[in-house]
């Protein structure tokens, strides 16, 4: 099983500063590496996919790299509406298909 | 529009039982992989099932395997999961997600249901 772990827990940023969320893996998927995003209540949102393409609709504020076992994901400008729980997902040797552990953004 | 649609979640007793449904609309269903995944309450993503497009391959977690079924009926465009022997850390909201084949990340998901188990 291919463990994935993301760093930090929690990040607190204020409106408007960058933020960048890790995610490791424990072995190489290559790019097959998908970031979510989840706010309260909701279901999980498909951010990013391929390591680094952006989803249908998603703002170009959000951009993923990384390869191999080492993962970025970086909101470049944070607004209002980004502040919430971000999870990455490896989907390249499974099963299982195994999610990270989440980093909570929070408003500083 | 795609839309997934879960419901059965509920209630139940240690060592019961529940089927979850999701309804699926705005995309050729029989085409999709899907997937249940959960999340227990305050807690991150765990993949449960997943179900080729045509029913004949499935695979399950390891803290599922034997306790849990997942199928389809691509004519009601419907999924299911099956849920017995069912335990307190089962409970979770459980989601529904699509894949398109190959090697591919999770596109749709589902609102989701909550299943307690709980005397």
Redesign the interface.
Known sequence: EIVMTQSPATLSVSPGERATLSCRASQSVGSNLAWYQQKPGQAPRLLIYGASTRATGVPARFSGSGSGTEFTLTISSLQSEDFAVYYCQQYNNWPPLTFGGGTKVEIK | EVQLLESGGDLVQPGGSLRLSCVASGFTFSSYVL?WVRQAPGM????VS?ISGNGDTT????SVKGRFTISRDNSKNTLYLQMNSLRADDTAVY?CAT?RVG??????????TLVTVSS
């Open positions: 997937n991150g993503l765990e993949w997943i695979y399950y977690a390891d989601y894949k090697t591919n990340p999770f596109d749709y998901w589902g609102q989701g």
